[in-house]
């Protein structure tokens, strides 16, 4: 019987000698740039792990798996290996870890739960989860021709906002292309476009039947400068013979007939007048 006690007091004061010196670490997600992050995107995730002075906690591990919404590129791991000599040659009680990696394409707008694990040499793993907040603030564009003038070459782009996002700054440009030859600017600033909102850039060309390459500058909501390339057809059968062009024609033909009648008028009355004199 009393070997019985004695051996579960020996395991007793054993299990009080394993809780005491026990590895205990805090960790923290210190910081993530961009905030928020954006799906497809690269986002820095920095740790901080402290208490890692206290004398129980030896080499430490630690892991941020690579699944959803967290991406590595191909060859990278999220396993980052600390020596106890090496951080304690420092002499500080915290460690920073930075990652840099993508976000899925997928990621949901909100709170996105990533799950680290860290572990110190011959004690328990520990997880631990974080919330990486993500918000898909690109923008995206319906695109057309909605005017183009014969008598004026006037190309009349519209342009509509169809994502939740405002942006700020829309720069519409026409690159150099075959389809299209630009007299003057070839780059018109729109300003800015909030979520369906619609506007218009209006250029000087000489556009041919075919696929016109589009490019849209505009700043987020970060102030990030982003460049969406869209493409529009143009028929030039939707634009000939139309009513609207044969009646400013006409209008313009009755003002140089007015015109000439004047100036024919006037030549009659000066002839009448120097007859008159003699």
């Known amino acids: 019987m009393k070997k019985v006690i004695l051996l579960l007091m020996l395991l007793l004061s054993t299990g009080f000698v394993l809780a005491e010196s026990a590895c205990s670490l805090d960790i923290t997600l210190l910081n993530q740039d961009p905030y928020p992050a954006i799906p497809g995107e690269y986002v820095k995730l920095v740790f901080q792990i402290d ?44 460690i920073l870890i930075p990652y840099e990696v993508r976000i ?7 709170a996105n739960p ?31 021709i909605s005017n ?9 782009l519209g342009i509509l906002n169809i994502e939740q996002s405002d942006i700020e700054a829309l720069v519409v440009r026409i690159p150099k292309q075959d389809n ?37 500058i505009y700043s987020d909501t970060i102030n990030t400068r982003r460049t969406i390339t869209k493409t529009v057809t143009f028929d030039s059968s939707y634009f000939t013979d139309r009513k609207s062009n044969q009646k400013s ?14 100036i024919i008028g006037w030549i009659v009355f000066r002839k009448i007048k120097k007859k008159k004199k003699k």
């Open 51 to 94: 208490g890692t002075d206290d004398p129980a906690c030896n080499d430490i591990t630690f892991t941020l798996p690579s699944k959803y919404p967290v991406e590595f590129n191909p060859g990278e791991s999220g396993v980052r290996t600390f020596k106890k000599v090496d951080y304690i040659r420092d002499y500080g009680s915290n």
């Open 104 to 110: 899925n394409e997928d990621a949901i707008d909100g």
């Open 114 to 144: 990533i799950d680290i694990v860290v572990q110190s040499k011959g004690g328990a793993k520990v997880s631990k989860t974080f919330n990486v907040e993500v918000q898909d603030i690109r923008a995206d564009f319906e695109t057309y």
């Open 148 to 156: 183009f003038d014969y008598t004026t070459n006037e190309l009349t």
């Open 180 to 216: 299209v030859i630009i007299k003057g600017a070839n780059q018109m600033i729109v300003g800015d476009l909030d979520s369906n909102e619609y506007t218009t850039a209006d250029f000087e060309a000489m556009p041919s039947n075919g696929e016109i390459i589009l490019e849209l």
């Open 249 to 262: 024609g006409g209008v313009g033909n009755y003002i140089l007939l007015g015109i000439v009648l004047v």
